[in-house]
Nanobody, 125 residues
């Protein structure tokens, strides 16, 4: 079973930045598509961004385009989400997800098979 640990969450003011990390216990990390998802209280989980195993293919939700950047360091088994110009509506629990396939078919929570425990991001106005 894949184990993933997210870090980097916290309290940040609107307009600020934060970088989330997700370190995975996977021996063939580059063979896994990865994604970031978030869930705010009372709302459904939504896809934020996904990246292929090679890192060459990425997808972003419209509400984060131009503000968030997904990346990965396969040598460190780590996935990142650089979040800039944060808004109060970005407040949520952020989760990383993985599936043993190089290219994601959909950046959808139902497609991924393994999940981290989440890290809370709170953006104050």
């Amino acid at each position: 079973q894949v184990q993933m640990v997210e870090s980097g969450g916290g309290l940040v003011q609107a307009g600020g930045s934060r970088r989330l990390s997700c370190t995975a216990s996977i021996s063939t990390f580059d063979g896994y598509a990865m994604g970031w998802f978030r869930q705010a209280p009372g709302k459904e989980r939504e896809g934020v961004s996904c990246i292929s195993g090679s890192g060459l293919s990425t997808w972003y939700a419209d509400f984060v385009k131009g503000r968030f950047t997904i990346s990965r360091d396969n040598a460190k088994n780590t996935l990142y989400l650089q979040m800039n110009n944060l808004k109060p509506e970005d407040t949520a629990m952020y989760y990383c997800a993985a599936r043993r396939k190089n290219q994601y078919d959909f950046c959808s929570g139902s497609w991924f098979t393994d999940w981290g425990q989440g890290t809370q991001v709170t953006v104050s106005s």
